[in-house]
């Protein structure tokens, strides 16, 4: 099996990627030939500026591996060191169909009203993401559940490229959803996904929020004045409550059914301590050994170049087979 995954760098990693996806690509090391990428090429889909976009790189890579993603069992990059990304984006870009990127919903909530104003870039995105994994021969993706349609256009774009080239260049991907906490709500909103583009930080966990933030925004996370039931289910129409469940679960590597069954009765003045005290213990080594990643950029550059060369030896083959198939002239 081998795996492959981006994340936008877009400073600082919180809780809902923690949970949502880095926690399961530390997890995946052992068990498949893993590439993770800082997608920064992604990141300039919207004006971003230069220093601004160095940093986040960094910070993001800094704290990937705080989280446990290790260099020496994985490859761990940026992707613009490597070409072969925008090389085989644009490839791909003239097998790809303008019907199939109109229905890609996350552009549609990215651009809102503003459609004719934005990037060509973010409209086309979903083009290099197909890059991005088809490069690799990844048989799996981990996304949440709000990725699947992408991964389902990966394959599409892989299918006609074999279809009308007459070569099987490409591995098809699966996705692969983890079945707890692969979605993490905000504190202040239920049914809004986790997210640092919400102007208010008390809506997140930051891996870098010292034990008293942590608690003081837990204990200040919406909730309602029902307490808790026996059964997960019941918590339907109470998404604050259930986010709040879901975390604990997801953190302690627990089913959300046998959380509540444990503090079935208990309202969230009692739960709220709970929550808080285990998540100052996890992120508490998280957090020491991202400063010492802040203190030493040059080891953080040191491993994305070494990954970058690894991933590049790795995606040149698939490169220059599809160069090959369409009749193109290169030196690969």
Known sequence: MRIVSGIQPTGNLHLGNYIGAIRRWAAMQDEAECFYFLADLHAITVYVTPDELRSNVREMAGALLACGI??????????????????????????????????????????????????????????????????????HVPVGEDQKQHVELIRDIATKFHNDYGQEVFTLPDAHIGETGARIMSLRDGTAKMSKSDPSDMSRINLIDDSDTVAQKIRKAKTDAEPLPDSFDALEGRPEARNLVTIYAALNDRTPQSVVEEHSGQGFGAFKPKLAELLVETLRPIAARLNDYRANPDAVDSVLERGAERAAAVAAPTLSAAYKAMGLFARH
């Open 70 to 139: 290790d260099p020496e069992r994985s490859v761990l990059f940026n992707h613009a060191r490597v070409s072969a990304h925008p090389e085989m984006a644009w490839l791909l870009s003239c097998v790809a169909r303008i019907g199939w990127l109109n229905r890609m919903t996350q552009f549609k909530e990215k651009s809102g009203k503003n459609r004719e104003g934005v990037s060509v870039g973010l409209y086309t995105y979903p083009v290099l993401q197909a890059a991005d994994v088809l490069l690799y021969q990844a048989t």
